[in-house]
Structure formats: structure tokens, C-alpha cells
């Protein structure tokens, strides 16, 4: 069974950073994309920043210049690196990823179960 598992949310000062990692794991074939989307409350979900296979990154207005995405594919994990953190940043952080897999077959999309975010003095 397929899972993504993700680590480092929690509460920070506005100005600090935090490092959100997910992991990929179970019978996996391959992982085409992998990503973060966000959800504040009362709003929708939104992406935050993508990583393809192959090719550039892509990044959502409000986060550029301030978050990075990165992969290891050898791990099959995906890191969001967060500095100048604001308060409109406080979200539950999902990541997600496009994968083939023994469970699912080809490019089906499977989310991790989401870490919290909160960015607050």
C-alpha cells in the first residue's frame, strides 16, 4: 500500500523558517510529479510549489523567492524548504504525489495526510 508520510509543521515566529520533508513509500514503480498544496481555514486548497521528474519547478506567486522544493529520487521524498515565514502562511501543508504503482497502476495521485503550519508571534 502506497503511503506519503510527512514531517516538520509546527509553530514559528514570522521572519523564521521550517523544513516540511514527505516520503513516498510502498510498491512504487516510479513518481512523475511531486508537490505541496496548503489549506488555511474558511479557504481552499491551494498549490504551493511543484517539482517535476524532469524539468523546472513551479512555485505559486506568494511563496517565491521565499520557499524551495526540492526531491531525492533515490529516497522518493520531497522537501519544502520555508524561510521568511508571514502569518498568511499558516496552513495545513500537503504534499502530494503522481505515481505508478502496484496498488493503483499508472499516474494515480496520492496525498499525504496533511501537517500543520503556523506562523504567529
Known amino acids: 500500500q502506497v503511503q506519503l508520510v510527512e514531517s516538520g509543521g509546527g509553530l514559528v515566529q514570522p521572519g523564521g523558517s521550517l523544513r516540511l520533508s514527505c516520503a513516498a513509500s510502498?510498491?512504487?514503480?516510479?513518481?512523475?510529479?511531486m508537490g505541496w498544496y496548503r489549506q488555511a481555514p474558511g479557504k481552499q486548497r491551494e498549490l504551493v510549489a511543484v517539482?517535476?521528474?524532469?524539468?523546472?519547478?513551479n512555485y505559486a506567486d506568494s511563496v517565491k523567492g521565499r520557499f524551495t522544493i526540492s526531491r531525492d529520487n533515490a529516497k522518493n521524498t520531497v522537501v519544502l524548504q520555508m524561510n521568511s515565514l508571514k502569518p498568511e502562511d499558516t496552513a495545513v501543508y500537503y504534499c502530494?504525489?503522481?505515481?505508478?504503482?502496484?496498488?493503483?497502476?499508472?499516474?494515480?495521485?496520492?496525498w499525504g495526510q496533511g501537517t500543520q503550519v503556523t506562523v504567529s508571534s
Open positions: 510502498g510498491s512504487i514503480f516510479s513518481i512523475n510529479a
Open positions: 517539482i517535476p521528474s524532469a524539468g523546472s519547478t
Open positions: 502530494n504525489a503522481d505515481l505508478t504503482s502496484r496498488d493503483r497502476g499508472p499516474n494515480f495521485r496520492y
